[in-house]
C-alpha cells in the first residue's frame, strides 16, 4: 500500500461515485460504514446486501445507526476506521480510497495509523441544486448532525467541484490523478 486517499463530502456530492471511478488502478476502495452496516444488520436481521447498496433500504436505517456508531466511537473514535482497515486487503494494492470519511477524528485516526505522508485527503464539493437533483432532500437528525457537517470547516489537499454530469466520471478523475500525481 503506498497511498490513501481520504474522500468526504456532504451527501449527494458523489464520494461512492468518484471512488469507483478510480477503481481500475491498483486500488480498493474501503468503506468506513461498512463494519457499521453489518453490525447492525447483524443485529437486526435486515439484509446486509441492500444495506451496502446505495439504494434506499439504508436511508430508514441512517439516523439510528448514526446514534449508535457516535456512542461506539465516544470510547474508541478509531474503532470503525481500524475495523474497515482490517476487513480489507489493503496489502494486497497500491491505493486505498476511503470513500465515506466524516469526521476529524477519522482523518486525525488515518495520520496516526499510517503517517501524513502517506495520506491525501480529497474534500468533493456539488451545489445544493446538483445534490438535490441526485435524491438528496435535507433530513434533521442526519444533515444537522456532526456525521454530516464536522469537516464543514477543515482544510485538505484537495477541493474537488463534482456539479457537472459526467456519467463516465473521467474529467473529474483526470483532474484528481493530476492534483494528486497519482498516475
Ligand atoms: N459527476 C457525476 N456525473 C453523473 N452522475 C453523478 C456524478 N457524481 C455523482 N453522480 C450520481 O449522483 C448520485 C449520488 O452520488 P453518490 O452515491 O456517489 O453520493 P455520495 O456522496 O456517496 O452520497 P451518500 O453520502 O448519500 O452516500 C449517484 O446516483 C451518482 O451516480
Request: one cysteine or more.
Amino acid at each position: 500500500m503506498r497511498k490513501i486517499l481520504l474522500i468526504s463530502g456532504k451527501r449527494k456530492c458523489g464520494k461512492d461515485f468518484i471512488s469507483e471511478r478510480l477503481l481500475n488502478r491498483q486500488a480498493i476502495i474501503v468503506r468506513i460504514s461498512e463494519p457499521i452496516k453489518r453490525e447492525w444488520a447483524r443485529k437486526l436481521e435486515l439484509d446486509i446486501n441492500a444495506m451496502l447498496s446505495d439504494g434506499p433500504y439504508k436511508e430508514q436505517f441512517r439516523r439510528d445507526m448514526i446514534l449508535w456508531s457516535d456512542e461506539v466511537r465516544r470510547k474508541d473514535y478509531g474503532f470503525f476506521c481500524r475495523a474497515a482497515m482490517k476487513e480489507a486487503p489493503v496489502d494486497t494494492v497500491d491505493y486505498v480510497i476511503v470513500s465515506d470519511i466524516r469526521r476529524k477524528n477519522d482523518i486525525r485516526w488515518f495520520y496516526e495509523t499510517y503517517g501524513h505522508e502517506m495520506i491525501q485527503t480529497v474534500r468533493l464539493i456539488s451545489q445544493l441544486e446538483t445534490r438535490k437533483a441526485r435524491g438528496w432532500q435535507f433530513t434533521a437528525g442526519i444533515d444537522d448532525v456532526p456525521s454530516e457537517c464536522d469537516l464543514d470547516d477543515s482544510t485538505f489537499d484537495l477541493e474537488l467541484v463534482n456539479d457537472a454530469e459526467d456519467e463516465s466520471g473521467e474529467q473529474i478523475i483526470d483532474r484528481l490523478l493530476e492534483k494528486l500525481q497519482l498516475n
